[in-house]
């Protein structure tokens, strides 16, 4: 290997954001060494363009650098045991800053641990904790993060009160030993429901978010000082929907619930709490669909034309969902949101934004309803430009993902989609089947072998 050769891979893998966005998520804090003004990567660039011309780096774009991570370039330590790295996607951001959503395993559910900024000190959401083991999960990974002074997040959000998005949520915020800080927590819990109804009755979240001793803030961002009880996360019927941003520049849109689906909720609060019990979960346990033995015959046109059954669950239509936005990159996170509130709300997005008739682009749609045939509808898809969609659920119980729903997502996702899911099933991996990939030009990722999981850096 040539000297200016030696120097040039100096350059790429240690000034690769990739490599140091790893090396962070590891522990391996940044060198001052390696990047100040005489450090190992200026220094290197430096010597490959008095050897080679300065236009060698320079003339290379993005996507020509291969990322040290996807790629055989020296390697760190592998990532958590519990997560799988996803390969970044072609048009992964090269700048300094990290934009990640991981999966983490919560069995049927939903538990999004979302980190942005600086990736020695990164900014943390967390978005609802499904099941038990999650909040196991969730606690060790808080605890990891070292002194309580580290442990802050900018907001927690459960977004509905539904069993595989809240099984964990009171082991988790019971726990006396985290010494957790969050700065915003957002429930729409029975004082906001009843808000539209004027019924009193509680409910245990609530309860504990409303415990004097602990201090806990409660849909902050939306909740004027004097209020008895905090202010419903909900779009308003004569506003556009609205905007907040955390510090650190993360901005999230609100996309769901509107005040209706709200006061549904009220009204229905005895029923829906009702069905949070594990055994009338149980009663809704569906057969999953036989095994495809013959893949020439396996028709995605007609899965993805299937009618579509409005989605009725008055839990799903109050979820809260949101557009998160950061470095110019997107992701769509849906909780179990109906697609028609999600149509209509994207529609008027783009109009508010100048855009009427434009796709909304994105990074990443997070599947409804862990990939429900009635959450992900053709016309939902065809209003995003999104390369990447994601699925949380081990298919237990409910058989998720939903075939109909992932054919619609390969055939009107865009051009070659990938699918990412948090575990690998029976019912998920048949989209992995080279017959398959070759035919509709999609592509499928997934934990490690017998690893639950994903992160997907955006």
């Not at 370039?73 to 519990?82: G, T």
């Not at 038990?132 to 309580?148: M, W, Y």
């Amino acid at each position: 290997m040539t000297t200016s050769g030696q120097f040039e891979r100096y350059a790429e893998w240690w000034g690769n954001p990739d490599l140091q966005w790893a090396l962070a998520k590891l522990g391996v804090p940044e060198r001052p060494y390696w990047h100040g003004e005489h450090g190992i990567v200026p220094t290197a660039k430096r010597i490959v363009a008095l050897l080679r011309g300065a236009h060698r780096l320079a003339s290379q774009t993005d996507g020509q650098r291969k990322s040290a991570v996807a790629t055989g370039s020296p390697p760190a330590s592998a990532p958590p045991a519990e997560t799988r790295l996803a390969t970044p996607a072609p048009n992964a951001r090269h700048s300094t800053s990290i934009f990640a959503v991981e999966m983490l395993p919560a069995d049927n559910g939903d538990c999004l641990w979302i980190e942005y900024g600086d990736p020695s000190r990164p900014r943390r959401i967390l978005i609802d904790c499904g099941a038990v083991s999650a909040a196991r999960t969730v606690a060790s990974r808080i605890e990891s993060l070292g002194a309580p002074s580290e442990r802050v997040f900018e907001l927690f959000v459960l977004t509905h009160i539904d069993a595989d998005h809240i099984n964990g949520v009171l082991p988790l915020f019971g726990n006396p030993n985290l010494n957790v800080r969050f700065e915003d927590i957002w429930f729409n819990g029975w004082h906001q429901v009843g808000r539209f109804l004027g019924i009193k009755q509680g409910e245990d979240f609530s309860k504990l978010l409303e415990d004097p001793a602990r201090s806990l803030p409660w849909n902050r961002a939306v909740t004027s000082k004097g209020e008895k009880h905090p202010a419903p996360i909900a779009l308003s019927s004569d506003k556009p929907p609205p905007m907040f941003e955390l510090p650190g520049g993360l901005r999230l849109t609100l996309l769901s619930p509107s005040a209706d689906q709200l006061k549904r909720l009220g009204r229905e609060w005895r029923q829906v709490l009702l069905e949070l019990e594990p055994g009338k979960a149980m009663l809704g346990r569906r057969r999953p669909p036989p095994p495809v033995t013959d893949f020439a015959k396996f028709d995605l046109e007609a899965l993805a034309r299937k009618s579509v059954t409005k989605d009725t669950s008055v839990a799903n239509g109050s979820s809260i969902a949101l557009l998160a936005e950061f470095d110019e990159h997107a992701i769509l996170l849906t909780g179990d949101a109906h697609a028609d509130m999600l149509v209509k709300s994207i529609e008027q997005l783009q109009r508010e934004r100048g855009r009427p008739g434009q796709k909304l682009k994105l990074e990443a749609l997070k599947l409804s309803h862990h990939g429900s045939a009635n959450a992900t509808t053709i016309p939902l898809l065809e209003l995003l430009d999104c390369p990447r969609y994601l699925v949380s659920s081990n298919g237990n119980i409910f058989s998720h993902p939903d075939r109909e729903a992932i054919a619609r997502v390969i055939l009107h996702g865009g051009h070659q989609p990938t699918l990412y899911f948090n575990y690998r099933s029976p019912l998920n991996e048949l989209w992995d089947e080279r017959v398959l990939r070759d035919r509709y030009g999609h592509k499928a990722e997934y934990p490690s072998e017998g690893k639950a999981g994903l992160l997907v850096r955006l």
